[in-house]
């Protein structure tokens, strides 16, 4: 994305410590000598991720302009049309001006400058580091020189096994790691950093962001699901053909394209390798491609029988009453028109009433009440709904918007057992005799008081019943994957250190649906929510221990199980998981939002019916 932080700060500070905390292993000894004369681009580049010239003046390097950039991060790329017979090395090099550069493309130059190394997003990212000149003096030889001839990134180019495993006399790196570009795609793009490239007509499989990126993939069935996505199935599926699309040129001059998951980027493609914070290797394209409509439309779910019961959560993204109408509107749209009205919704980040004006406000009646008001208008039923407000800045989220869990039911179909006492800090119990479960405390709150909640959200419970049968729902919204490295990390496998704090939550969701089993065998408990963490992990894992629950996505074909899409992986956040009293169910990941450009939020809702 075009970012707004500056890229360079003290560039000597930076490669002192990381040469020192060893995060640019192979290159200590290069940067304590002063300066080389008649290098070329490729030597600069070396054979593994980290310059062996980090730190040295270098003078006389030469090169053509293959593409500027003159927003964010501002400089421009150069390449030696005399490539080297190393496949390791690239022969494409970003060189930082911090201002508008001076030089067009197709320039010849010959630069002095500093040889360094920048992690973006910073040294504790885990991100990979981009080799670059800095402080440049730049001498335009000669003007309108050809481009070097790109290299064609392909199908047939990237290799399918992702990354070596890091070394582990380097904490994991791979930076000190000689490239294999024939082996690793990482590596393969790696020895493409700062060239210039292309790519033919691809299947878009990330849409446009507010950012003006979007990702396609080179490798068009590489876990390819009938929408046009690229599934993320494990830790192993990293889907080595995506690719991230900028444009150099400036919005102002030509506005970015919108393309939804599925569309196709057609034409040519083609301009230098970059790698950013946001994602990692990003084609910056000189010449960007035509997008092509290929008609995706949101989905709509089955309306449930008269003796089913619809259970579905959305994440609606921070929902205030400062929001406009419009995303009001939209959302109320979806519950009725795609979700089909479900009994009983579970909501995730309904912000207090002045959503993150930082006053103390933790009430969300104004949010919830314009929200329910908004789905009589579309035509939905005047749903109810029960919550447990906050304390203020206690669950995390946006500084003043305390964001909460709230649940939405359908009087004239379910009703809700009532039982006083829940508050942000009381916690609710299971009570009862061998063969019939509740709660002490309806809605109320799960084990507020552990420390695996701290500055996040608290499971909301709720008792609900259908039919004259008890259904027990729990709304949950885990801690956020905030503070993991990306799959690009110099760590590999990165560093997933999120997981943490969500194992311990599941394990408190997963012991109190043990109480309520232990008591009700039969019983019918839903665990719905945005659980931040993929059907494969060990969040899940935890949260199904003991055969407690079953994540309900797992019924679906592996293609089709995803609610979120990043970076161009559509993948699982958003879960419901069902007891072993539900017996017979049908699930829906209902996609209305993730694959598309224009959203009203960036979570797909999860719907389960099923007969209690």
């Known amino acids: 994305m075009p970012s707004s932080i500056p890229r360079y700060a003290s560039i000597s500070a930076v490669v002192a410590a990381a040469l020192a905390a060893g995060l640019l292993a192979g290159s200590a000894s290069a940067a304590t000598e002063d300066s080389a004369a008649g ?20 003078t006389g390097v030469t090169g053509i302009v293959t593409g500027v950039r003159t927003y964010g991060s501002r400089g421009f790329w150069i390449q030696d049309p005399e490539a080297d ?12 001006t911090s201002s508008v550069p001076t030089v067009a493309v197709g320039d010849a130059v010959s630069l002095n400058g500093t040889v360094t190394e920048y992690v973006p997003g910073g040294l504790t990212s885990g991100n990979q580091s981009l080799t670059q000149l800095s402080k440049p003096v730049v001498t335009v030889v000669s003007q309108g020189n050809p481009v070097p001839a790109p290299v064609t990134i392909s199908a047939w180019s990237v290799p399918d096994a992702y990354a070596p495993e890091g070394d582990p006399a380097a904490a994991g790196s791979i930076n000190g790691l ?7 795609a990482l590596d393969y793009y790696e020895s493409l950093e700062g060239t210039n490239v292309r790519i033919g007509s691809s299947r878009v499989v990330g849409a446009t962001d507010p950012y003006a990126e979007l990702w396609v993939t080179v490798k068009p069935f590489e876990n390819r699901n009938w929408r046009g996505g690229t599934v993320y199935g494990s830790y192993e599926s ?3 053909g995506r690719l991230q699309i900028q444009s150099l040129t400036p919005l102002a001059q030509q ?14 493609t083609e301009g230098p390798l970059d790698f950013n914070q946001f994602g990692g290797y990003t084609l910056t394209a000189r010449t960007l491609g035509t997008v092509e409509d290929r008609g995706l439309e949101r989905e709509t779910t089955d309306k449930q029988h008269k003796n089913e019961l619809a259970v579905a959560t959305y994440n609606v993204e921070n929902l205030d ?7 009001f509107d939209a959302l109320a749209k979806a519950v009725v028109d795609n979700l089909a009205s479900p009994d009983i919704l579970a909501l995730e980040e309904i912000q207090d009433n002045n959503g993150a004006k930082n006053d103390g406000t933790v009430a969300a009646d104004q949010t919830v009440k314009k929200f329910t008001d908004a789905i009589v208008a579309a035509g939905g039923p005047a749903y109810e ?5 906050p304390q203020n800045n206690k669950d995390g989220g946006e500084p003043g918007g305390n964001i909460r869990q709230v649940f939405l039911f359908n009087p004239a179909r379910v009703s809700f057992t009532d039982r006083a006492g829940g508050d942000a800090v009381t916690g609710t119990a299971v009570t009862g005799e061998k063969g019939r479960a509740a709660l002490t405390l309806s809605p109320g709150r799960i084990d507020p008081a552990n420390t695996a909640w701290e500055s996040s959200r608290k499971p909301l419970a709720g008792e609900f019943v259908f039919r004259g049968r008890t259904v027990f729902v729990i709304a949950n919204h885990f801690g956020s994957k905030g503070g993991d490295e990306s799959i690009v990390s110099h760590h590999q496998p990165p560093n997933r250190s999120s997981e943490a704090k969500r194992l311990l939550q599941a394990q408190a969701v997963n012991a109190f649906v043990k109480d309520i089993v232990a008591l009700e065998k039969q019983a ?4 719905v929510g945005d659980i931040n963490d993929f059907e494969f992990s060990g969040t899940t894992q935890a949260l199904t221990d003991g055969g407690a629950l079953y994540p309900a996505v797992k019924s679906l074909p592996r293609s089709e199980r995803y609610s979120y899409v990043y970076q161009g992986n559509s993948q699982v956040l958003d879960q419901i998981l069902t007891s072993p009293g539900v017996h017979h169910f049908a699930y829906d990941s209902v996609h209305i939002n993730a694959e598309f450009a224009d959203q009203d939020s960036d979570h797909d809702p999860q719907v389960v019916r099923f007969r209690p």
């Open 39 to 58: 290098v070329r681009i490729h030597d600069i580049q070396g054979t593994t991720r980290v310059s062996p010239l980090v730190g040295k003046q270098v």
């Open 85 to 96: 017979a190393d496949p390791a090395t690239s022969e494409g090099l970003f060189v930082f």
């Open 178 to 184: 000689p490239l294999d570009p024939e082996t690793y």
């Open 238 to 240: 990293q889907n080595t």
């Open 255 to 268: 506005p970015f394209p919108k393309a939804n998951v599925g569309d196709r980027l057609t034409g040519t």
């Open 321 to 327: 009453p400062s929001d406009p109408q419009e995303k």
């Open 385 to 389: 709904w029960r919550s447990v407000d």
């Open 524 to 527: 019918d408990v839903l665990v």
